[in-house]
């Protein structure tokens, strides 16, 4: 038997020496990912220039298909732990940092002054004091409006400014009188009614409300939370009707043919609004309402994010590629190739994208803070009571206090008292 | 191998291993599938039931679940999800046995000789071939909002379109109908090869005493169908319990959890995107298993029944 051991031993011994003999001896850093074509070509470019700088390291990426890597970094974190994992910042990452399978970074964190330069991200990657992530993109939400469906129904565009709550309430009944949907979405995934409900109560009650709400902080029946419902009552008849049984996409459809006005997105839309034949010409892009007057505007943005996993075996030069991707020059030149916005406030954003230069100047205009996204601040299952509570007042508006009992207890559950 | 260990020993000895040890030498690797695929998970499932875990283990690979009791079955008793589950499940149950009538009726029409009644036959029997996946997406458009057939219909008739998956009160029906295609194509074809081995004799000689129509597919072809009866209502009861790809395929579950099964909650609760809460999938699980096993052991009694009484 211990010969045998040892035969195995020394034929997994002669595998591994062959793998890093085609390495060439270089250090190999492992790093699993779920990029869509565009992003991993971005990706690949910059561990290209990467490796160039670093010739004795040896990034090996591996791509997973988007939704199937939701359930295999729970698979691979324990079992075979690359030593760097894309994922999602806030609480999104709180069970693998609370399970020890994410590493703390904060000294790469302090090592490269990134508290000063990722000012922005810091709470989104720091859990009890430490971080956790390198944030290296994120991407703005806001209303997508078509011009063409503004002419049609004859209202004025919004300006620079965008429009105030009331001013859009009134396109909206303009618009239903042109039958044209003022709001679309399609919710079957849910999500997407998430945004109109962020946007709501941020503008309503701020963002610290907002924030405390996602934490399960506040009652869903206080008047705080009725008061959002209330504006959210108020846009509820102007939205696409059946917007349940559609997709996102679908509903990206809708508004590319001129039949919805606007649309509340994050800017990874505009790419499917574009494939549909809209241009700079007729698509625009304003901020949320105001709608309590004097509530610092605060704004969503999802924050992507790497970490460092607790099994890797290569901490050392895996921690090199973090700094190198939470740097301005790496930064601009990913989120300049995937139409996303640079969390590095000294990297650049491409100035003929009209949408990146808007979103840009809401974000860094934000003095409310920027919100994650419903599903990322709020814990996940949370987020799903939440989200299919969202869904079911823009169907049945009419069930409010049932809903709202039934979040409350939701809440009383998950947190408490 | 009785043989072999049995030919020096006293001739006793020998028969009690053909009689005690040959059977279950011929059952072990039955035995062992059974156990591995089946018997253990449901130990494990139970066990599981009563922990509260992400699906996570440490980095030293240790489990990371909490004992909680009995607490995830007290949870589900106030869960307005379940409880909406569980209903739907039982209209799933009540509303898949009317593919019984119809698949027989179907097999009737069909059980004739004419000219390309084959091509017929295999027409009627093609919903069963296409995948489920398949059928949840045709009937997805066919049911989808602006464009789709059923969508254009109710406009054109009422001037409103009805879209199905969008409406909490009938996004269940909807999928049901969707389930129902397929699975009366399959009872047909239980029945068609019943009706092949309906006694000519008999039907002749009721047919001289005079029975014909209703009287005579009741009294007379009806109880020679019995044995297609029993296999057809088990696989509609038990496709009906198990139902999942279309509620997956067609609304996930939505609009606002209106259309989950207990199947589809189980797996949303264990594995979605919001879910990893294992121990309350696990008994969610469990309580699916308990339902299933009434309606099993119901037919285990039953066929242990007809073979004693032979």
Known sequence: MVHKKVGTLAVVAALLLSTSAIAQDKRVVTWNADYDPIPLAAAEAMIADFEAANPEIDIQLTNFDHEAYKNAIRNFLTADAPDLANWYAANRMRPFVEAGLFADISDVWAANGLNESLASSVPSSTIDGKQYAIPYTYYQWGIYYNRDAYAAAGVELPGAEGVTWDQFLANCEKFKAASIDCVTTGSSALWPVAGIFDYLSLRTNGYQFHSDLAAGKISWTSPEARAVFENFGKLQPFVTENHAAIDWQDAAAIFVQDKAAHYVMGNFAVGVFKEGGMTNDNLGFMVFPEITPGVARAEEAPTDTIHLTSGAKNPEDAKAFLAYMASAEAQSKWNTAVGQLPTNKNATVPADDPFLTAGFQALSTATGGIAQFWDRDADAEYAKAGMEGFQRFLVQPEALEEILAQLEATRTRLFPQ | ?310
């Open chain 2, 1 to 310: 191998m009785a043989q072999a260990t049995g030919i020096s020993a006293a001739p006793s000895a020998r028969r009690w291993n053909q009689r005690t040890l040959a059977p279950w030498l011929f059952m072990a690797p039955g035995l062992f599938m059974f156990t591995v695929y089946v018997l253990w998970p449901i130990i494990q499932s139970v066990t599981l039931s009563f922990y509260d875990w992400n699906g996570l283990y440490n980095q030293n690979g240790e489990f990371t679940g909490t004992f909680v009791g009995i607490r995830n079955y007290a949870e589900l008793m106030t869960d307005p999800a379940f409880e909406t589950s569980l209903w739907n499940n039982f209209y799933w149950l009540a509303l898949y046995l009317l593919a019984l009538p119809a698949g027989l009726f179907i097999a009737i029409f069909l059980n004739q000789t004419v000219t390309g009644i084959r091509l017929y036959k295999s027409l009627f029997f093609f919903p069963f071939v296409i995948s489920q996946v398949v059928v949840g997406l045709i009937f997805a458009w066919f049911y989808a909002p602006n464009f789709g057939l059923f969508y254009l219909l109710t406009e054109a008739i009422t001037g409103k379109g009805t879209a199905i998956l969008a409406d909490p009160d009938l996004v269940t029906f909807g999928i049901i109908a969707a389930g129902l295609w397929p699975q009366i194509a399959y009872v047909m074809i239980l029945y068609l090869t019943g009706l092949n081995n309906v006694a000519p004799d008999q039907i002749e000689a009721a047919r001289l005493d005079g029975a014909k129509g209703w009287r005579m597919l009741w009294y007379v072809v009806l109880p020679q169908l019995r044995p297609a009866t029993f296999i057809a209502v088990i696989v509609t009861v038990i496709g009906a319990l198990r139902s999942f790809d279309l509620v997956s395929i067609m609304t996930n579950g939505g609009p606002f959890g209106s259309s989950r099964v207990l199947s589809y909650y189980m797996f949303e609760m264990a594995l979605g995107e919001f879910g990893f809460r294992m121990g309350y999938g696990a008994a969610i699980a469990v309580v699916l298993f308990a339902i299933m096993m009434i309606f099993i052991s119901g037919f285990i009694w039953k066929m242990w029944r007809d073979e004693t009484e032979r």
